[in-house]
């Protein structure tokens, strides 16, 4: 009862501070307010006001632990205001007797919503308003600051009198940023405050017009604004770029409260205030889809439409076209054919929209006549326009004409893209293009959209038609082909004049082009379809380049003949190709009449592309190479063409550019040194190791094409598993490695595919090559590899019984700071002692100190067998039954302290050790103790033969009976090592039968077919009863079972000179090997994708809120 007396004497002095405090700002003379501030109390308690909010910044008064609570019941408290209700602007300042001073938080922590009141959130805002009806603001007589007494480092400003608040806003404004007093201060709600208190006179206002149209700017550019990606434009505020992101946020109803303002004190509104005006009625009209909100919009547009800026009628016309309703777009299509008439900047925005209006299918027939005739009328006045630009608005200098004019001017060929661009340009020139109307292009642009808009008839067909020609040139120019109703590609099959079949051809062609991927191959209906628009579309222009008696402009020519070249290449279209062919020779476009480059290289690539879909087609690669000889006399300009058809060959038909290479070999063309790299690129890539590396023998390749040739080598060697099927051209392959990196150190581009190659390069007998690569690369750059590479290539050395190479590494990799990625020297010294290199083991042992906790006991037993593990002293074994029983540890050496008695000879201690220790090993342990004894007895000195098979087997029947030993495997293999090794018994022709009978009961081949079934052909009853076998049920594994089994028999056929039959089995088990490693990567691809799959469950669950492993884990 105490504590609760104590907490409620506590919280009403906190509450009676706070009102003594603020008695001369709050109205206590109003009984409702007095009520709910009571009520607020009683009912939240002291979680609504039992101590200050450490953060003060906020200036709350609300809990800790309890901030939600505290934030409604003071925005209950503060929906009391000096009437009844909310209140207007005028009437709150004229009613309330403290004035306001702030304003209430009532979203304190809610994150970015507490830039503004609730009662300002376009959220709140509800039904659409009148132009000249004030919008609905919350006045109310007091901030949280003022109802709990608490201050923030940016109230000191807001304590003083208006007239000072006023002038602090206003230098804050004639400033170049903005200046709060600190800066953890909330800059909208600064500027704010300020505004909110230096407005209380509703006669007159401190702040000029300027002054207020700075702010109606500055909270319009904060609404446009996004978290990166800021608004910039001419109205954009200078404040804007030092806004953070959290103040980016619509404040459309504060633009609107500013706006009325300067009504009510009778100030002119400017363009930018009308902008900003009617961007705010058509955010609300996006929202909500009402025709009044898009009226008052319509209204402010009305009175800025004939302003030059482009982001008037963008935003005006975007807010038509997103309701997608015939009227709007109608109504967006006469705006759009006023600013056709007279605006001669066409920015990519205004472009999109003017498409979209282009591409829709509800437009009338009367509409657009009215679009094309605005269209003819900008054309027939374009020229006088270009002359004159410079003097009216938005038109640029001479100087700058001329600097744009030669940056827009195409290095390159001219191609099917450019005319297009030409096109556009004549009709809807930019800012930046529209100079380039004087250039031979442009001009030949300009006098054919003339010719195909320039009639004056206004037939319903003639309309159709123009229009059909607009709609191409959408849809060639929009990347994503997006058309709503009919396809325009193939409109209108009737009679054309010239001038709209050339615009067809061009602009079709454009679309094709984007559409159809010459990396892949098309399909047959695919290709019928494509094949039947490129013959109607050659036709129509081609009897309006026959009708036309006007001399043609040859770089137009090339730049159609060069694309129609492609697409029948690709869809192997022989007929275009070789009507094409013919027009070229008729129309002499074969020869340049000057030196220009665009010519040069436009004629370069129509011999390219001519000479692509001639091959493509089927044609003869000599005939064809001849013929582009004749058409082209320069060398250089010949070696150039055939050089880019091979690498453009390349890359999809590899084949045909490779005997196109050899061709142009025995023409004597020489191809260049990126095509060759191109081929060798796309070869390797193929799968052709052998055929790739013979293209380094290249004299003109430098040592970039070098590494990139054999970096998708590598990779390709990765991909396809070619180790196992081209180990003879590892060699070759780490020899062209040592001699590029000789020079200097790869790219780290070609560490990806380098680091797998090093790592398996001593399995292919090529140590001391990895070993050479990796010392000239660390010395170039020691920072190269990764740091877990260095372990890696270690243990690939350890396996491939390179010890010496694996100390050098050990010790580079140390010197380099890579410790903790490297296996420690004990674990080291271990592996070389059971490995057969004790004399490394004891050197090394002899430099290193006291092994860690982990490794103590194996070290120890290490130690004990003099560091010569794999075949020790037979003194030393003695001890080891006595080391066994006093290790803690001793079940986990058991089968290595065994192998050491075995390889000694003592069976019999190995045995007995075997029957004391069973007990206390699983079932895999005895098994593999069991074969370890089972194969010491083949090794005896003075059996041979027959006794030592003999022998074998009498072991395994002891294990069996007497220790509990299960076969399994590897001991069909132990007993079929001892048979193999009977030379007398088993001769050639048994062991091929042996070897066929083992194939028969289920041994793989790898996908190797044979005539008879097997690989010897021998009789199905061959090989069966030389031995009897024990029955196991154990999955057969390739490196465990059926590697060691047919390396035996490879070594059987070896020592009866049986070459034959020595090369079929190694055959066999490259093959499987190949077949099992593909196995190996299907299941670790398989166990990645469920993977990828349980960690996007796992988000799923985690975004539905729903508790998940990871997000466990994570928290």
């Given at each position: 009862m105490w504590r609760w007396c104590l907490r409620t004497t506590r919280d009403v002095s906190v509450v009676a501070s706070g009102i003594a405090l603020n008695r001369t700002r709050l109205p206590f003379h109003h009984v409702s307010f007095l009520r709910q501030y009571v009520n607020t109390y009683a009912t939240h308690g002291r979680r609504c006001y039992s101590r200050p909010y450490k953060n003060s910044s906020e200036g709350t008064f609300a809990s800790t632990d309890s901030s939600n609570a505290g934030a409604i019941a003071l925005d209950q408290t503060s929906n009391i205001s000096s009437g009844t209700g909310g209140l207007s602007t005028a009437e709150g300042a004229a009613t309330n007797v403290g004035g306001p001073v702030g304003h209430i938080d009532a979203s304190a922590h809610s994150g970015v919503d507490d830039v503004l009141p609730a009662r300002l959130s376009d959220s709140s805002h509800s039904g659409p308003q009148q132009e000249d009806a004030p919008p609905v603001l919350d006045d109310r007589p007091g901030s949280l600051q003022a109802v709990t007494g608490t201050s923030t480092p940016q109230d000191e400003s807001l304590r003083s009198s208006p007239a000072d608040r006023a002038r602090v806003l206003k230098e804050l404004l004639a400033s170049d940023r903005p200046i709060v007093p600190s800066p953890k201060s909330n800059i909208v709600r600064y500027i704010y405050d300020l505004y909110h208190s230096a407005s209380r006179d509703v006669e007159q206002s401190p702040l000029t017009s300027a002054e207020l149209s700075s702010l109606i700017s500055l909270f319009g550019s904060l609404s446009l604004s996004a978290p990166q990606q800021v608004y910039s434009s001419v109205y954009r505020h200078h404040f804007l770029p030092h806004f953070p992101e959290t103040a980016f946020r619509p404040h459309w109803t504060l633009v609107k409260v500013i706006i009325h303002r300067k009504r009510k004190l009778h100030m002119p509104l400017s363009k930018a205030d009308r902008y900003w005006l009617m961007r705010a009625h058509l955010a609300q009209s996006v929202d909500e889809p009402r025709e009044a909100l898009l009226q008052v919009a319509r209204m402010q547009y009305e009175c800025l439409r004939s302003h030059r800026s482009v982001e008037i009628h963008i935003s005006y016309l975007q807010a038509l076209l997103s309701a997608s309703n015939p009227d709007r777009i109608a109504e967006a299509a006469r705006r759009l054919c006023d600013l056709i008439a007279w605006y001669d900047e066409w920015t990519p925005h205004l472009l999109r929209i003017l498409w979209q209006v282009v591409f829709d299918a509800t437009l009338s027939l009367g509409l657009k006549a009215d679009f094309l005739s605005a269209l003819r009328q900008r054309l027939s006045t374009s020229s006088c326009d270009l002359h004159s630009r410079s003097g009216r608005p938005g038109g640029a200098d001479s100087a700058e004409t001329q600097r744009i004019d030669s940056n827009l001017r195409p290095l390159g060929p001219i191609g099917v893209r450019d005319l297009v661009n030409s096109l556009r340009n004549s009709c809807f020139p930019s800012a930046r293009t529209h100079v380039i109307l004087e250039t031979q292009l442009s001009?030949?642009?300009?006098?054919?959209?003339?010719?195909?808009?320039?009639?004056?008839?206004?037939?319903?067909?003639?309309?159709?038609?123009?229009?059909?020609?607009?709609?191409?040139?959408?849809?060639?120019?929009?990347?994503?082909g997006r058309t709503s109703g009919p396809t325009a590609l193939i409109a209108h099959d009737g009679p054309h004049s010239a001038a709209a079949a050339e615009w067809r051809?061009?602009?079709?062609?454009?679309?094709?082009?984007?559409?159809?991927?010459?990396?892949?191959?098309?399909?047959?209906?695919?290709?019928?379809k494509l094949n039947h628009i490129l013959d109607k579309l050659w036709s129509s222009w081609y009897d309006a380049v026959t009708a036309n008696h006007a001399q043609p402009t040859p770089i137009i020519f090339r730049s159609i003949c060069t694309l129609f070249f492609r697409l029948a290449g690709q869809t192997k279209n022989r007929t275009v190709v070789e009507r094409c062919v013919d027009l070229c020779d008729a129309q002499k476009l074969w020869s340049v009449t000057d030196t220009d480059p665009i010519e040069t290289s436009s004629l370069q690539l129509l011999a390219q592309e001519q000479l692509i879909s001639a091959l493509l087609c089927g044609a003869s690669i000599e005939r064809a190479l001849v013929y582009i000889s004749k058409r082209i006399a320069d060398p250089s300009m010949l070696s150039t063409v055939i050089s880019r058809a091979i690498s453009t060959l390349a890359a999809s038909h590899t084949d045909t550019a490779v005997d196109t290479q050899a061709a142009a070999h025995r023409l004597g063309i020489v191809a260049s040194a990126s095509a060759i790299t191109d081929l060798a690129v796309a070869v390797a890539d193929g799968g052709h190791i052998a055929a790739a590396l013979r293209h380094l023998d290249d004299s003109q390749l430098t040592h970039a094409q070098h590494l990139l040739i054999i970096h998708h080598i590598l990779l390709a060697m990765v991909r396809t598993d070619h180790h196992s099927r081209s180990v003879y051209l590892i060699g070759e392959i780490a020899d062209a490695i040592l001699r590029q990196v000789s020079f200097?150190?790869?790219p780290p581009s070609f560490r990806v595919a380098l680091q797998p190659a090093l790592l398996y390069l001593p399995r292919a007998n090529q140590a001391k090559t990895a070993m050479s690569i990796v010392q000239h690369i660390v010395d170039a750059t020691p920072s190269y590899f990764t740091a877990g590479f260095y372990g890696k290539f270690i243990v690939a050395l350890l396996r491939a019984r390179h010890f010496?190479?694996?100390?050098?590494?050990?010790?580079?990799?140390?010197?380099?700071?890579?410790?903790?990625?490297?296996?420690?020297?004990?674990?080291?010294?271990?592996?070389?002692?059971?490995?057969?290199a004790g004399a490394i083991a004891a050197n090394v042992a002899a430099s290193i100190g006291k092994p860690p906790r982990q490794l103590a006991s194996a070290y120890a037993l290490t130690r004990r067998l003099g560091f010569r593990e794999r075949v020790p002293r037979y003194?030393?074994?003695?001890?080891?039954?006595?080391?066994?029983?006093?290790?803690?540890?001793?079940?986990?050496?058991?089968?290595?302290a065994i192998h050491a008695l075995v390889r000694v000879g003592s069976l019999r201690m190995a045995k007995k050790l075997y029957a004391q220790m069973r007990t206390e090993q699983d079932q895999a342990t005895r098994t593999l103790i069991g074969n370890d004894i089972l194969h010491g007895s083949l090794f005896h000195r003075r059996r041979r033969n027959k006794q030592r098979l003999k022998k074998a087997l009498r072991t395994l029947t002891e294990l069996t009976r007497d220790y509990g030993f299960v076969p399994d495997r590897v001991t069909m293999n132990i007993?079929?090592?001892?048979?193999?090794?009977?030379?007398?018994?088993?001769?050639?022709?048994?062991?091929?039968?042996?070897?066929?009978?083992?194939?028969?009961?289920g041994f793989p081949t790898g996908g190797l077919e044979f005539p008879k079934g097997v690989p010897f052909g021998t009789a199905s009853g061959a090989g069966a009863g030389m031995i009897n076998m024990p029955s196991v049920d154990s999955t057969m594994k390739f490196k465990r079972h059926v590697r060691p089994l047919y390396k035996m028999f490879i070594k059987a056929f070896h020592l009866r000179d049986d070459a034959y039959g020595a090369r079929t089995v190694w055959k066999i088990l490259k093959a499987v090997e190949a077949e099992s490693n593909d196995l190996t990567r299907m299941i670790g691809k398989h166990m990645a994708r469920k993977r990828i799959k349980r960690r996007q469950a796992a988000r799923v669950k985690a975004k539905g809120g729903e508790p998940c492993e990871g997000s466990k884990s994570g928290r």
């Open positions: 001009q030949w642009a300009r006098r054919l959209a003339s010719a195909v808009f320039g009639s004056l008839e206004e037939g319903g067909k003639l309309v159709e038609t123009q229009w059909n020609c607009l709609v191409l040139l959408a849809v060639a120019l929009n990347r994503q051809a061009i602009c079709v062609l454009a679309s094709l082009e984007r559409l159809v991927d010459p990396a892949s191959e098309a399909t047959d209906e695919i290709a019928r200097s150190a790869p010496n190479f694996a100390l050098r590494v050990h010790k580079l990799a140390r010197k380099l700071d890579m410790r903790k990625h490297l296996p420690s020297l004990h674990s080291f010294v271990i592996y070389c002692s059971r490995h057969g003194v030393l074994t003695l001890k080891i039954p006595t080391f066994l029983n006093r290790d803690p540890s001793r079940r986990v050496h058991a089968a290595r007993l079929m090592k001892s048979l193999l090794e009977w030379t007398s018994y088993v001769d050639g022709d048994k062991l091929r039968g042996l070897f066929d009978h083992m194939v028969r009961s």
